[in-house]
Structures are given as C-alpha cells and as structure tokens.
C-alpha cells in the first residue's frame, strides 16, 4: 500500500514556466487535496476535490489550477510560475466515509520542493 | 472564520522533562481537532485527533491532549521528552459536519536537548 505519492520530489523552475506536480493515492480515498508549505506561514490550502469532476478552492487558489478526472489522481498545474510560488507543496487526502463525524484523518504526500528563479 | 492560533514557533525542552505546545481555536461552532507531527523532509502525520468523545485525547508515543471548550484550547502534553520528539507540530482545525476544508496553525518546532 502506498498511501499517497506525489512526483517529482524536486524541481527548479524559471519564471514564466509550467509544470504540473503529481499526486496519486491508492487507498480510493474521495477528498484529496493541495497545501503549500511556506516557513512561519504553516499549511495553507491551494485546492481541494471531494471526487472525479468536483474541484473547489482553498485558501489561495491565485496561479494554480487542478482537476480530477479519476478517483486516484489529483494533479496541480502552475502555468506560469512565479518567485512567490517558491514552496513544498504536500498533496494529502482521506476517506468521506467517516464525514458524518467530521473526523476525517488526512494522509499526507512526502512533499515537493519547488523553487522557481 | 475559523481559525487556529500555535503560541511559540520554536519551544525547547531537556530531555525527560514536559513538553508543552499550545493551540488555541477559534470556531462558532464545535470544532474537530487534530495535532499533526512533521519530522525532518517528511509529510505529516497524525499524532491524535479530537472527535468530541472525550475532552482528554491520547495519541500515539505518548502524546495526549485536552480538549478545554471555555478556554477554546487544544494543547498538547508529553510528561517527558525523548530525542525522537524533535520534529515540528502542527494544530489543525475542522469545523465539523459540512465543511471539507482544515485549517492549519503555523507550527512549533520542538528542540529536545540532552
């Protein structure tokens, strides 16, 4: 079981550029979702998809986009990246199963280190 | 809005003694609770989570806190710090039935020293 596996583990952008950070997880987990990790700043929510074809925005969406056409997969395009884009992103997701109580336990990605000149 | 509050982004302890890192929520409604552990260049992972069962909550190595609706805090308490406890934590919020989205405090990195 590999839980949840974002690719790459780092990647080195110059400004203007795209790119698409993966996230893929295997326990056919509903929800899933994008935070970005910025020092002091703690998690922050980027977007978030409770299944295939239903995407909402977080806490800052600006520059980001995401879609979900299957269950497994939840990518996140930068299209054209920038300075304060510079961050780990953690991509994590869990069941809805358990919505009723509220109590959802997120599985968490390893991260990636994006760096953008 | 709901929102989370960590006071103290680096806290330091010996080893042996109490570790104490404080979370304060601010929620309309009764909130889900989580604190989150994240060591060096991993993801996070669950230490314990507060579901309204029960006000005092256990977690895994040793872990525990106390849910305290009148001072609307989340603290988490270790009677004696190990080495292994280094790492940064994090106070997450839900505000229950109806809304997918957590919110997250802004870390306390635990130093445990010899």
């Known amino acids: 079981n590999a839980g949840v596996t974002q690719t790459p583990k780092f990647q080195v952008l110059k400004t203007g550029q795209s790119m698409t950070l993966q996230c893929a997880q295997d326990?056919?987990?509903?929800?899933m979702s994008w935070y970005r990790q910025d020092p002091g700043m703690g998690l922050r929510l980027i977007h978030y998809s409770v299944g295939a074809g239903i995407t909402d925005q977080g806490e800052v969406p600006n520059g980001y986009n995401v879609s979900r056409s299957t269950t497994e997969d939840f990518p996140l395009r930068l299209l054209s990246a920038a300075p304060s884009q510079t961050s780990v992103y953690f991509c994590?997701?869990?069941?809805?199963?358990?919505?009723?109580?509220?109590?959802?336990?997120?599985?968490f990605g390893a991260g990636s280190r994006l760096t953008v000149l | 809005a709901q929102s989370v509050t960590q006071l103290g982004s680096h806290v330091s302890v010996s080893e042996g003694a109490l570790v104490l890192l404080r979370c304060n929520y601010s929620s309309s409604v009764p909130p889900y609770l989580f604190w989150y552990v994240q060591y060096p260049n991993q993801g996070l992972q669950l230490l314990l989570k507060y579901t309204s069962a029960a006000t005092l909550v256990k977690g895994i190595n040793g872990f525990e806190a106390e849910f305290k609706k009148s001072e609307t805090s989340f603290h988490l308490t270790k009677p004696s710090a190990h080495m292994s406890d280094a790492a940064e934590y994090f106070c997450?919020?839900?505000?229950?039935?109806?809304?997918?989205?957590?919110?997250f405090g802004t870390g306390t990195r635990l130093k445990v020293l010899a």
């Open positions: 997450a919020v839900r505000r229950g039935p109806g809304t997918y989205k957590y919110i």
């Open positions: 326990m056919n987990h509903e929800y």
């Open positions: 994590a997701s869990s069941y809805l199963g358990q919505y009723s109580s509220g109590a959802n336990v997120l599985t």
